[in-house]
Nanobody, 121 residues
Framework: QVQVVESGGGLVQPGGSLRLSCSVS????????IGWFRQAPGKEREALLC????????YYTNSVKGRFTISRHNDKNVVYLQMNNLKPEDTAVYSC??????????????WGPGTQVTVSS
């Protein structure tokens, strides 16, 4: 069983940056693709990006291209979401999830509890 937990959320001004971390633990924790998602109040969960075990990156929405990037720590047990030029519409609960397998298209399970990101002046 793989577990994930997010950290790094908070309040940031428009145009600012935040880096979220997704810590992965459990059996063969460095094997799985990891995805980042967000859910704003009253909206459906939105998939953002995913990184495979071989560091292939998939973007699921154009709204974050050029502003958000995903990367892994060298030991592969931490996945980062670097968010730059944040906008008020980026306000949401951000969650990470471990995929069923090493590639992003395998689908996701093992969701974390989420971390709140609020972009406001």
């Amino acid at each position: 069983q793989v577990q994930v937990v997010e950290s790094g959320g908070g309040l940031v001004q428009p145009g600012g940056s935040l880096r979220l971390s997704c810590s992965v633990s459990g059996f063969i924790s460095d094997y799985y693709a990891i995805g980042w998602f967000r859910q704003a109040p009253g909206k459906e969960r939105e998939a953002l990006l995913c990184i495979s075990r071989t560091d292939d990156i998939s973007y699921y929405t154009n709204s974050v291209k050029g502003r958000f990037t995903i990367s892994r720590h060298n030991d592969k047990n931490v996945v980062y979401l670097q968010m730059n030029n944040l906008k008020p519409e980026d306000t949401a609960v951000y969650s990470c999830a471990a995929a069923i397998s090493y590639y992003c298209a395998s689908g996701f399970r093992s969701w974390g509890p989420g971390t709140q990101v609020t972009v406001s002046s």
